[in-house]
């Protein structure tokens, strides 16, 4: 089984979060977006078949999954991009919107292990290593004669490593900074070789293995520790909100047992408790679920607290009704309906008022004016 030489390099995103990209940026991107997603997909069904035949599936499987399940979340971006596009029908919102949908998280990445979340750049050039990585395993990458191309694209590979080792923070910089290092003096060892007329195809297969998984892990942990952040923040978002729901629904509670009687006995989640926001990754998982539940705790408290409050208000209005009723029909004046009133009212005034007493005296009243009634 052989594969054709035609590889694909995702284009150069443009713009970044927030920018109202030009019309003329968009549709350039757009286009070449479009011949990547194309030329990828057909290599990526070429090099499953060469695997199967080779019999080697189940060795790369997870790797092909991986690339198909990057290739499904950048389609699907591009069909939200493209409908957004609307043939160049957009104002400045809808160019502010493909920036957003451009830099923003892919919705498919939830299918990616670890619910990796990735930016659509992010994807397409995961998606370029992890392709590379397996035409080099399938020993598929372009013969000897093709070692200049070979060199070129891994010159490129290693200036975008460049700029994900730049955004590695300062635990892990060092370490990275020395293995790209040591993959471009590799290169160089490889480049004067080749100048010299040697054969370096022994030599590229593993470096393009090397550095595409450099870049792979580079790639994905910069997305787990984007993704880190954002759930330390909205963590710390979520507190704020409990906090503030904290002290509203204690005020709620205290005024529902000082109205009716029976109230509900749901205690108020101390928020304090859960302790400060974590930052580390490891913890602000099972710190996120803490605080969800108890904003479930908060929600069903808050639930039987209000209704109780609601119920006394309905016995209210529903007096009140049939009141109404009463002097329409002329019957307000009744001494029986008029005893009833006042004896329904003294308890819905009462502080805390006997709810089981007070629904029967509101019947009581809707008894009598039935009675009375012609």
Not at 169 to 178: G, K, S, Y
Not at 264 to 289: K, S
Not at 360 to 366: A, C, D, K, N, R
Request: charged share 30%; hydrophobic share 45%; with cysteine.
């Amino acid at each position: 089984m052989t594969v054709q030489d035609t590889t694909a390099t995702a284009p150069t995103a443009p713009g970044r979060l927030g920018d109202a990209l030009e019309l003329a940026v968009i549709q350039a991107y757009l286009t070449d977006l479009d011949t990547w997603l194309r030329v990828r997909r057909a290599e990526l069904d070429e090099l499953d078949r060469a695997a199967i035949a080779a019999g080697r599936g189940g060795e790369l499987a997870g790797d092909m999954s991986l690339a198909l399940a990057l290739w499904k979340a950048t389609a699907d971006r591009y069909q939200l991009v493209f409908a957004t596009w609307d043939g160049g029908r957009v104002l400045r919102q809808e160019r502010e919107r493909i920036s957003a949908l451009i830099w923003g998280r892919l919705d498919s990445a939830t299918d990616l292990p670890g619910g990796l979340a990735v930016s659509l750049p992010e994807a397409c050039r995961l998606c370029d290593a992890l392709t590379g990585q397996l035409r080099t395993r399938l020993a598929l990458a372009p013969d000897a004669h093709r070692s200049a191309a070979r060199i070129r694209d891994l010159r490129a590979q290693l200036e975008r490593i460049r700029d994900q080792v730049g955004l590695e923070p300062a635990t892990t910089r060092d370490a990275a900074v020395a293995r790209l290092a040591e993959l471009m003096s590799r290169l160089e060892v490889v480049v004067e070789k080749a100048k010299r007329g040697g054969d370096v195809g022994g030599l590229l297969g593993p470096l393009e293995t090397e550095a595409s998984t450099f870049e792979r892990d580079l790639i994905v942990g910069n997305a787990r520790r984007r993704d880190a952040r954002d759930k330390v923040l909205t963590a710390r978002e979520l507190r704020a909100d409990l906090e503030a729901r904290e002290a509203a629904l204690a005020k709620l509670a205290e005024t529902c047992v000082a109205t009716v009687d029976p109230a509900p006995r749901y205690a108020v989640p101390d928020v304090e408790l859960l302790g400060p926001v974590p930052v580390t990754a490891d913890e602000i998982e099972p710190y996120l679920q803490r605080l969800d539940r108890v904003a479930q705790a908060m929600e069903v408290a808050q639930h039987a607290y209000a209704d109780a409050l609601d119920e006394h208000a309905q016995l209210v209005g529903l007096l009140d009704g049939y009141v109404a009723k009463a002097r329409a029909n002329g019957l307000a004046d009744h001494p029986d309906l008029v005893e009833s009133e006042r004896a329904a009212r003294a308890l819905l005034d009462r502080r805390p008022c006997p709810m089981v007493v007070a629904r029967q005296l509101v019947t009581t009243y809707q008894t009598w004016l039935a009675k009375e009634t012609p």
